[in-house]
């Protein structure tokens, strides 16, 4: 007898080898199983050293009878009182098993007992499992199964391998040998009762470090399975409870934490989000509840989803140049015809922002510092920056991006070069569907991809020179598998109708260096609205406004931690990326001095000219969040530390408090007050009665006074309220203008409509003169108008005149708006 352990068991009389077969109801195939294991082990495995272990199952037939029956010791029976599964059964089998190693097959014997010498072989070699395997090079199929049960069975292990047992291909394959003790252990520590009961013993075994390994063996289905169809949804249910327990309670909390953060900051509208406005949006609200309603029309009404013209009617919208965020609108569509956009804006914007905060906590605490503390602080400020708050108003293309961790720790195993085709295939995936959700955080992503990853280079060559090769082959193939899945939207979004070339972006669309250092208006402690409504162009797009404390702290972290290579890279990316949001030039705080902005080099690039260049200071978000992780995670008290890219660290209890107290100072400035949110205007009973109806028909436009506009698009409420049933002139999309086809906010203007909204701002009536009552009819005649509504507003008196004396005709008071038939005949 050979290998640790072996004296012992010699000493005690107890055998080498115990083969534990879970029964129930066998008593047709027992028979053969045994004789077939006793024949084998009697011949060639230590002259007898041996038990068979026979755990019934509370089988109903002579199951029992036949173990009993049999005149040999070596075969041994422990039963149960009542039928509970093959889990509960392997649990007692192993238990009153006394082998060395322990071999644990299934009745039918589907692997043949010879093939034991295969799985001894891997033992003794070091490993403390051997995994019989149908999936790995070498397996040999016999008599395969029925197609829908391998079938079944290839989704089973797919999902096993991705949520609870990585690596291993097949867990189901009923022929295991282990190290006696350890097998021992592992199902003594196990609650499943039932098929899953495989999963769970290797999940243990994982997670305690013991080395297993899968063996190929020949296999050969056998008629006569217990597996029925619903033991599917038990397996399924039971590898759920394992993956579930699996997960540390801290990480439950640090996903509770960032929803119950979400639901704070959106306290105002997520619990009446149908009557409830966030102010701060400014048009936004009304234009992203139409994106959600249009896409679900037009997925229930199996329209193009890249197109409408419900809005800028006659010509339409090109949605796919729009941020529709089809990936989220369309597999929604249910939730919005049931419970409305309202209702489907507010959960994608609470739970997004919840959800993308649990993926950079996974990002971090998978390869920065395991610490959970730290890892949650950090994901918090990836996802709860002042540049995210902002965004939180009303861009949840800008909310939602979970993806974008997935993205960087795909990008990360292909480095590895591990599973290169396998991983490259998956990033690409990932990629297409976050052209669904938003091209432009998608673009910022890998941005600030490349700039950690040129940083990293430079600090890292050695490591870089290893992982460039599997890298760009894994992105080729990424690139292969995206650009099929993607290349018809992008065609339609820049070449199909109403797509636009490029498009013009507020003059202030950069930062300044002030904003950089500045707070944002929704701090809570900090907030300055006035200084922030300086420094940015709207309370959407305060892309900056870390604070100067965040920047002391970045720069503290970095001179203290210069050693690291990591450190350095994430520095790097965060300055770099600073920079770069500044714009085409900047000019330095109380100076005159302007001096080119790095921006300049990509600014008239293609892609990158549509890009608001502010916006590129969101990629500091994350770097500084794992910057303050690896910080944090040096400053509590100390653990022994297993990041391969941090590592250990002395420091006093001074330092210690010092450094937390420099942490706290930091991020209190930055912890943002809830959003605000008002009363939502009420829907005019002219449209919320169905009144329109008899104004607008078919291949007609209802024309409010003014027409929406990026100025006023409550009009696109009105619609989405009405259901959609009537289309707008004008609306609050991106479209273009001109023979050059220039991306516009809005309609392309006409006399008409610019004569209107002039009114709107002024309040003064134009003298209106034959000349421009003819170009106000070519406009309603383009425009196909069934009917002019004009609602209660600023103005509306002005509004009134003008158009009383464009169309020559008075107003009638219909249901709460000032309405001009405009239909033939009338």
Not at 316 to 342: C, Q, Y
Not at 660 to 672: K, N, R
Not at 684 to 691: C, K, W
Request: with cysteine; glycine share 8%.
């Amino acid at each position: 007898m050979s290998g640790e352990g072996g004296p012992r068991h010699e000493e005690q009389g107890l055998p080498d080898l115990s083969v534990v077969i879970p029964a129930y109801n066998e008593e047709h195939r027992l028979t053969h199983t045994l004789d077939a294991i006793a024949d084998h082990l009697g011949d060639g495995d230590s002259g007898g050293d041996w038990e068979i272990v026979i755990a019934d199952d509370g089988s109903t037939d002579a199951t029992r009878a036949l173990v009993t029956d049999r005149d040999d010791p070596r075969i041994r029976l422990v039963t149960s009182p009542r039928n509970r599964g093959k889990g509960h059964a392997l649990r007692l089998g192993v238990a009153a098993s006394r082998g060395r190693r322990v071999l644990v097959t299934d009745a039918d014997l589907a692997t043949p007992i010879e093939e034991l010498e295969r799985l001894d072989k891997a033992l003794s070699e070091g490993n403390s499992a051997a995994i019989g395997s149908r999936s790995v090079p070498g397996a040999t199929i016999g008599d395969r199964q029925h197609r829908i049960r391998e079938l079944l069975g290839r989704a089973g292990n797919m999902l096993i391998r991705r949520t609870v047992v990585p690596g291993v291909r097949d867990t189901q394959c009923g022929f295991k040998l282990f190290d006696g003790d350890l097998a021992r252990e592992a199902y003594a520590a196990s609650r499943v009762n039932g098929w899953g009961i495989d999963v769970e013993v290797l999940r243990h075994l994982q997670r305690t470090g013991v080395p297993l390994v899968e063996v190929p063996v020949r296999w050969s289905h056998r008629p006569g399975s217990k597996v029925g169809p619903l033991d599917y949804v038990r397996v399924l249910t039971e590898i759920t409870r394992i993956a579930l327990r699996s997960v540390r309670p801290a990480d439950l909390y640090a996903a509770l934490l960032f929803l119950l953060m979400s639901v704070a900051l959106y306290s105002g509208r997520v619990f009446d989000p149908a009557h409830r406005y966030l102010p701060d949006s400014l048009r936004d609200q009304n234009q992203w509840e139409w994106f959600f309603a249009v896409t679900a029309d037009n997925v229930a009404h199996f329209r193009n989803p890249l197109f409408t013209d419900l809005q800028g009617f006659p010509d339409g919208v090109n949605l796919m140049a729009n941020t529709v965020m089809l990936g989220m609108s369309v597999p929604l569509t249910p939730l919005t015809l049931l419970a409305g956009p309202a209702v489907t804006l507010s959960l994608v914007m609470t739970l997004g922002l919840a959800a993308t905060a649990a993926a950079w906590y996974w990002l971090i605490v998978k390869y920065v510092a395991h610490g959970r503390i730290a890892a949650f602080l950090g994901a918090a400020l990836a996802a709860f920056a002042p540049p995210m708050v902002s965004h939180a108003h009303a861009h949840p293309n800008f909310v939602v991006l979970f993806m974008i961790p997935l993205i960087i720790d795909r990008a990360l195993r292909l480095c590895t070069g591990t599973r290169v085709v396998r991983d490259g295939v998956v990033l690409g995936l990932m990629a297409a569907y976050q052209v669904f959700l938003g091209e432009e955080p998608l673009l910022l992503a890998a941005l600030g991809m490349l700039l950690f990853a040129a940083a990293y280079a430079v600090v890292r060559p050695d490591t870089a020179r290893a992982a460039w090769r599997p890298l760009l082959r894994g992105l080729l193939i990424g690139a292969s598998v995206c650009l099929p899945l993607i290349v018809y939207p992008l065609v339609w979004q820049f070449a199909g109708p109403q797509s636009y070339t490029d498009i013009e972006h507020n003059p202030r669309s950069f930062n300044s260096p002030l904003a950089l250092l500045s707070f944002a208006e929704r701090s809570w402690l900090a907030g300055d609205a006035e200084r922030a409504n300086a420094l940015a162009f709207n309370t959407t797009e305060q892309n900056a406004f870390y604070g100067w404390p965040l920047a002391l702290l970045a720069f503290a972290i970095l001179v203290r931690l210069w050693r690291r290579p990591l450190v350095k890279a994430l520095a790097f990316t965060a300055v770099a990326a600073a920079f770069l949001s500044l714009g085409r030039e900047f000019r330095i705080p109380l100076t005159g001095v302007t001096l080119p902005g790095p921006w300049a080099l990509l600014a008239d690039k293609p892609l990158f000219e549509a890009v608001i260049e502010s916006r590129v200071a969101m990629i500091c978000a994350p770097a500084l969040g794992m910057l303050l992780t690896i910080a944090v995670d040096r400053l509590l008290p100390a653990r022994p530390q297993t990041s391969p890219l941090t590592g250990p660290l002395t420091i006093s209890l001074t330092s210690r408090y010092v450094g937390l107290l420099g942490v706290a100072l930091a991020l209190l400035p930055l912890i943002p007050a809830p959003l605000r949110a008002v009363d939502r205007v009420d829907v005019p009973a002219f449209i919320a009665d169905g009144t329109w109806k008899s104004y607008a028909g078919e291949g007609e436009s209802l024309v409010p006074v003014p027409l929406p506009d990026p100025g006023d698009a409550e009009a696109l409420h009105w619609q989405t309220e009405a259901g959609l049933g009537f289309r707008l002139a004008g609306g609050y999309f991106n479209g273009p203008y001109g023979e050059e086809r220039t991306g516009i906010y809005g309609a392309e203007p006409r006399f008409t409509s610019n004569l209107l909204r002039d009114v709107r701002n002024s309040g003064d009536v134009p003298p209106v003169n034959q000349s421009w009552r003819e170009q106000a009819r070519v406009d309603l005649a383009y425009w196909r108008a069934g009917v002019l509504v004009l609602a209660p507003q600023p103005n509306d008196g002005a509004l009134r005149e003008t158009v009383e004396k464009l169309v020559g005709a008075p107003g009638k008071w219909v249901d709460g708006v000032w309405v001009w038939d405009l239909r033939k005949g009338s």
